[in-house]
T-cell receptor, first 113, second 118 residues
Framework: KAGVTQTPRYLIKTRGQQVTLSCSPI?????VSWYQQTPGQGLQFLFE???????NKGNFPGRFSGRQFSNSRSEMNVSTLELGDSALYLC????????????FGQGTRLTVV | AQKITQTQPGMFVQEKEAVTLDCTYD???????LFWYKQPSSGEMIFLIY??????QNATEGRYSLNFQKARKSANLVISASQLGDSAMYFC???????????????FGKGTKLSVIP
């Protein structure tokens, strides 16, 4: 059974640009959550999607957005990039009705210059 | 106030010895879950062990066990027979219901960096 796949693994972008990150959950998992990890703030929840609907959103500005497709794959988008957006972005997938499971991908390391 | 507190920024342990990583949590929910993850330098968060708030037995997964003391709100991770490959960051996380129906959110501690010495 394949794990959670995040692409790309590494990205370098310039301030002001936008970026899209992708996450393919474990087959059969319909919940996808996104987290941002920085040395200063640690791991912070961005948002959670289930059946193409955003069910929960963390305390991030509107520049951070996401969506989920019918095959449960999810994308997150960050517009007007700032230096402070440099971080490791992690995606987690969970099956419905089994919140004892939350498996993460390898993450996308975004560097904004 | 921090919801998950890991008081040990760094720990050293001799190979083959056991080590305990501390985690305390704060919640007013009756139903919640506690996770431990390992994060090597590659960045991937590797699931280690889970404990539900209603589970009466302490969770165990191979060399990992979770010492769950509900009244004290602590969920310490015990790694037995440490190996060099155990050197990594370890995060404690709490799952709580938040947002829309059926939605859960993980809140993480700051982590503990474990170094295993040969």
């Amino acid at each position: 059974k394949a794990g959670v796949t995040q692409t790309p693994r590494y990205l370098i972008k310039t301030r002001g640009q936008q970026v899209t990150l992708s996450c393919s959950p474990i087959s059969g998992h319909r919940s996808v959550s996104w987290y941002q990890q920085t040395p200063g703030q640690g791991l912070q929840f961005l948002f959670e999607y289930f059946s193409e609907t955003q069910r929960n959103k963390g305390n991030f500005p509107g520049r951070f957005s996401g969506r989920q497709f019918s095959n449960s794959r999810s994308e997150m988008n960050v517009s007007t990039l700032e230096l402070g957006d440099s971080a490791l972005y992690l995606c987690a997938s969970s099956p419905q009705g089994a919140p004892a499971e939350a498996f993460f991908g390898q993450g996308t390391r975004l560097t904004v210059v | 106030a921090q919801k998950i507190t890991q008081t040990q920024p760094g720990m050293f342990v001799q190979e083959k010895e056991a080590v305990t990583l501390d985690c305390t949590y704060d919640t007013s929910d009756q139903s919640y879950g506690l996770f431990w993850y390992k994060q090597p330098s590659s960045g991937e968060m590797i699931f280690l062990i889970y404990q539900g708030s209603y589970d009466e037995q302490n969770a165990t997964e191979g060399r990992y066990s979770l010492n769950f003391q509900k009244a004290r709100k602590s969920a310490n991770l015990v790694i037995s027979a440490s190996q060099l490959g155990d050197s990594a960051m370890y995060f404690c996380a709490m799952r709580e219901r938040r947002g829309g129906a059926g939605s859960y959110q993980l809140t993480f501690g700051k982590g503990t960096k474990l170094s295993v010495i040969p």
